[in-house]
């Protein structure tokens, strides 16, 4: 017991989903699959649930009553490939939902029946049972759909009894068969019946009654060596009452003999449809093949597939001609390793032919044939060569459809095409067709596979193919896609797989009835150019098959192995024209912006003061002690008219002596000698001073600037270039106000040599530093030289005259 329940832990248990989801716990599904696990015993513990069990490839040889008791629900059971010598039904009294029970593959002798009423599949074959295991209630198992049988003795009286059941496939899978009773087949009633043949049995008699019995017969494992020995033939190969229309061989070993009898025989039955698989056959001939009587048959398909030749030595003609003066319409041999096909000189019925997988070459075309209603070709995986001799071929016809694929199939520019008006498909795919394949073909041609070949570039002066809808151009060495012009109608197209780096987009101008493309796995190269084509993949999704999975970058290596729907390409960056406009819109921008500060904030008041602040200091560097050797006593000297005094009172001097308070400042006031000529004090002022400033005003220039002007005009200090004046415009002076005989401050003047008093108080900033740039230089230096002299404070006093000298501190 506890042996058991370990073992069945082991078991795979599925529990189908959906059911468990969504169905009521007495409708799940569950299976346990206890196959090929060594099992000597049904395992115990079966969940109750369990509605499949596979017990399949074990040990079990025998059933206990309660085994499957526990579970109720079981559908489907399988017991098949064990050892089970002994079955008793009953065993599944309790399972009353048992559809489908599989006791095949076991070594059962003897069955006590009981009535399964909801038994749908019933297998029994394979097993050692001496006469069919069949009684009455079998055949009150009016569920029955599928009956697999097997018995050594096949008799009569025991298929009578399941006569009345309307069995859809009866099955016998025989190990032996000892003695069977003819007639006994036909009894059943059954839409089809497959025999597996034992060895040592007669293959006529369960053929010949197999056909009177069912629509459709199969029969597996034929032997002629041990199922064709002893028989006489002629007389079985008319048969009456015979019901089959469809007769399937498989896996068939005969003399050719025994399988032209076999032909003869199904050529006069009802059969319409004769497959044969895996079919062998050789050996000597002695038959005559023109006595093989055609006449009288409903054959319409012979399909042999899976051929074999031992070596024989029948005429080649002779097999290929059976084949194909049958009077049918449909044909297959394929898988045949057949070198080559003959038809009869005069027309035949065939629509369909396929010779798939041989070794066929272009011979097959070299010899006129007429197969007027040919509609279909298959040629696929052989070794074919001109294309242009297969049209000729197929010019005689009325086909539809041609596979060629898989051969070696070229096409010469030279050589011309025949082709039917008919043809509407053709596969051509592996193949080693160029670029010159689009000059032969077919202008009716709707579907149209070229996959695999060498094509390079579809050409432009092709014929025109208005019809085709379809083309495969996969696995080419196209660099682009086609453009529509020669196909207006195309509305599928693979190209997949080439070599297209960056698809031009006038292809989905001119192919404006694309429907669907795939132009993944090409070795995109993800610039600018395929910008357009990626924003199409994106929008038309439906369009571009297995986008965007199969679409990846290549090139540029930075983006390899990156999807093209994740590259991002700026518009900016791959539009020239757009580049340029931004470009030129922020120069425009730039340049207003300028032009306004120009303008409104006085730019060029700024520049120059800057322009001169830096030329302050570059000649401040350049002042050489040699300069200073004058006798200075003061740093400035200030000359201003009497009008303009509260501004230098109570702006500029405040100003200059904010550094350190110490400019010494020459004024009017105290520092004129009353002994000696305003002039002559004047003089001595600004030769005593290091530097001179002159405020002018149109007020200074009318009453005090004739003092200075014929003193500068002699005085070498003075010359234009000269730093020792400084002018401050305090006012703007219009030129002509300046009277002509002031020569000297009209080039003053108009060389702009001066600090211009700004009217903008957020100026004087710059404009004090400037001032002071000028005056503040080598203060120290000066300084040394200065000699100790004290002055009287500059008291309000005397203010009264026009200029006055002050000498407050030398340090
Ligand atoms: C049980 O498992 C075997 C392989 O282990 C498989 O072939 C078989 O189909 C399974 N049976 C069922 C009912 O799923
Ligand atoms: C059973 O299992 C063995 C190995 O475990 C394996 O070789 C064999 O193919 C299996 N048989 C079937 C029918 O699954
Ligand atoms: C078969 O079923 C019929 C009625 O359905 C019944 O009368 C008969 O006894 C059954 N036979 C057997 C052998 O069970
Ligand atoms: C065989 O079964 C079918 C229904 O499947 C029925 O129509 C036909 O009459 C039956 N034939 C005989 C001979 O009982
Ligand atoms: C022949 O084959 C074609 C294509 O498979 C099929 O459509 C047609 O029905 C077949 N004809 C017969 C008589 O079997
Ligand atoms: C084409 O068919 C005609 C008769 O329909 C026949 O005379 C001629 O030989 C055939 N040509 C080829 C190339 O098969
Ligand atoms: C091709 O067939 C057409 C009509 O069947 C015929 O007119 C033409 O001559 C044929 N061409 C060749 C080269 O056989
Ligand atoms: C053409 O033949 C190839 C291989 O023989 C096959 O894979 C392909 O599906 C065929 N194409 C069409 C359109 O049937």
Redesign the pocket.
Known sequence: MRYTRSISIFC?IIMSVHGWASKLPEEREL?T?C??MSLRKVPSGLSPATT?L?LSYNLLFQLQSSDFRSVSKLK?L?LCHNRIQELDIKTFEFNKELTYLDLSYNRLKTVTWYSLKGLRHLDLSFNDFDTMPICEEVGNMSHLETLGLSGAKIRKSDIQKISYLHLNTVFLGLRTLSYYEEGSLPILNTTKLHIVLPMNTNFWVLLRDGIKTSKILEVTNIDGKNQFASYETQQSLIVENSKTSILLLNKVDLLWDDLLLIFQFVCHASVEYFQIQHLTFGGKVYLDHNSFDYSNTVMRTIKLEHVHFRIFNIPQESVYLLFTKMDIENLTISDAQMPHVLFPTYPTRFQYLNFANNVLTDDLFKKPVQLPHLKTLILKNNKLETFSLVSCFANNTSLKHLDLSQNLLQHENDENCFWPETLIAMNLSCNKFADSVFRCLPTSIQILDLNNNKIQTVPKEIIHLNSLQELNLAFNFLTDLPGCSHFRRLSILNIEMNLILSPSLDFFQSCREVKTLNAGRNPFRCTCELRDFIQLGKRSEGMMVRWSDSYICKYPLKLKGTRLKDVYLPELSCNTALLIVTIVIIMLVLGTATAFCYMHLDIPWYLRMLGQWTQTWHRVRKTTQEQLQRNVQFHVFISYSEHDSAWVKHELIPNLEKEDGSVSICLREGNFDPGKSVAENILNCIEKSYKSIFVLSPNFVQSEWGQYELYFAHHHLFHETSDYIILILLEPIPLYCIPTRYAKLKTLMEKKAYLEWPKDRRKCGLFWANLRAAINVNLLEIREMCELQTFPELNEESRGSAISLIRTDCL
């Open positions: 795979s299976t699959n196959s090929n499949t596979d489907f399988s």
